[in-house]
């Protein structure tokens, strides 16, 4: 019989701490009116280090409060950094950073890409069919600028994001994977613990 593995406080303070850079990231993307999102550096990281399952948490709760207080489109896209969360841990499980190779010039292009696409092909359903093409993220007047051309709103809706969802995963990613290797061994061995 498998032993059942426990959540540690130590995981748990590590997903509230993701949840905190997944708001302090959103926040400085929306007042700087940034054409990238920065609300998903903190679900990348928990996505890589602790894995798929717990890579879900930290957008849902940073998503719940975001949407309460500061930004009601958080709330929507939810959904969306979930899925980025699930597969970070997926892709990072898969093709992780390897000692003596730069994850920066190598896999990172092709790791962002694999949890770019899930990902912008879900916000950018939610972003047609529930809000027209208009958010607050600044990309939306990239959206507005194409949506006239013969693309129309959906096509338009997903050039952008996609172009916009790749630059903020490459970025998260490149962070995490720098973050990620200055972390302490006795510190990633004492969050692991089962």
Request: overall charge positive; hydrophobic content about 50%; charged content about 10%.
């Amino acid at each position: 019989m498998e032993k059942k593995k426990k959540i540690t406080p130590y995981q748990l303070c590590l997903v509230a701490m993701a949840v905190g850079i997944n708001v302090a990231g959103g926040q400085l993307a929306l007042m700087l009116r940034l054409p990238i999102y920065l609300d998903s550096v903190g679900t990348i990281f928990i996505g890589a280090f602790l894995g798929p399952w717990f890579g879900i948490l930290p957008n849902l709760l940073s998503g719940i409060i975001m949407g309460m207080t500061t930004d009601i489109y958080s709330l929507y896209f939810a959904p969306a950094g979930m899925v980025i969360g699930f597969m970070t841990g997926l892709v990072w499980k898969k093709w992780p950073p390897r000692k003596g190779h730069s994850f920066l010039k190598g896999r990172l292009w092709l790791s962002a890409l694999a949890v770019a696409i899930p990902g912008t092909f879900i916000s950018s359903v939610i972003s047609a069919a529930v809000f027209g093409g208009i958010t607050s993220s600044g990309s939306t007047i990239l959206v507005q600028l194409l949506a006239k051309t013969p693309l129309g709103m959906t096509a338009s809706i997903f050039v952008v994001q996609i172009l916009t969802d790749y630059g903020d995963r490459v970025i998260s990613m490149a962070l995490v994977a720098y973050a990620l290797q200055t972390l302490p061994f006795a510190l990633k061995e004492r969050i692991m613990e089962k």
